[in-house]
């Protein structure tokens, strides 16, 4: 199975692990640089789970101001 998570602005690479950091943070769950295998399922998903949310709020308010 081919691994499709390849990034379509490999520059954005730095600021979504920025934003990764922050949504961490604000939900809690303290991430380190490196390896997080130790942080549960339910922690993960709340972070890409916010993160996307954040993402879509974003997208929604940009297009309001068109």
């Given at each position: 199975?081919?691994?499709n998570n390849r990034k379509l602005v490999p520059e954005a690479r730095a600021a979504l692990d920025k934003f990764k950091y922050e949504v961490a943070s604000e939900v809690g769950v303290n991430l380190k640089q490196g390896y997080n295998g130790d942080i549960t399922a339910r922690q993960a998903g709340q972070i890409g789970g916010n993160m996307v949310?954040?993402?879509?709020?974003q997208?929604?308010?940009s297009m309001i101001g068109r």
């Open positions: 199975m081919a691994n949310k954040k993402m879509i709020q997208v929604e308010q």
